[in-house]
């Protein structure tokens, strides 16, 4: 009997990753939903520049919470798909009417900073295990949302 799944990683591995990966979907549905909150509730001078961007952030993360779910199946798991999962797993909290435009960006700082930090240690254990797939999954998004925080950061200075 065969220790490894079906695109030849090992199951033990393979298990682990799928458990980190579903601990990432939670993060993502959380913040997802959180940036959501942050598009349809903003008010203030920056209104339109905001309302405009965080849209553009929403949209990615939904797209990206759709691929990290195809990459737990494609490891032969289930991805969770609860919210009350997602609460009970994300490390990011559900930040709730918030109206200002300043603390909106800083809570998609915090998000992506969150997301990036996670990312990292599935990045190692896909490395470790073997698993060019996820690791360039996780690879790409980190490439891409430490741009988003260097702006994100620029922003609030």
């Known amino acids: 009997m065969s220790n490894t799944n079906h695109i030849g990683l090992n ?3 393979a298990s682990e990753l799928a ?18 909150g942050y598009h349809w509730n903003i008010k ?7 309302h405009e961007k965080f849209e553009e952030f929403y949209t990615d993360l939904l797209a990206k919470v759709d691929e990290v779910a195809e ?9 969770i798909h609860a919210y009350s999962n997602y609460i009970d797993v994300a490390k990011i ?10 603390a909106c960006v ?28 996820t690791a360039a999954q996780v690879g790409d998004y980190i490439r891409e949302q430490e741009k988003t925080v260097w702006m994100l950061t620029s922003y609030l200075d």
């Not at 980190?20 to 959180?34: I, P």
């Not at 203030?44 to 905001?50: C, M, P």
């Not at 990459?71 to 991805?79: E, F, K, S, V």
């Open 11 to 13: 199951e033990v591995s």
């Open 19 to 36: 458990q980190k990966l579903n601990e990432l979907l939670a993060n993502y549905q959380v913040f997802y939903m959180n940036v959501r």
């Open 93 to 102: 909290q559900e930040d709730k009417d918030v109206q200002d435009g300043e």
């Open 44 to 50: 203030g001078r920056q209104f339109f520049q905001l």
């Open 71 to 79: 990459r737990i199946l494609t490891l032969g798991h289930y991805p």
């Open 106 to 133: 800083r809570g998609i700082l915090q998000g992506y900073q969150a997301l990036i930090e996670l990312q990292r240690e599935i990045l190692s254990l896909a490395s470790n295990a073997g698993d060019e797939g």
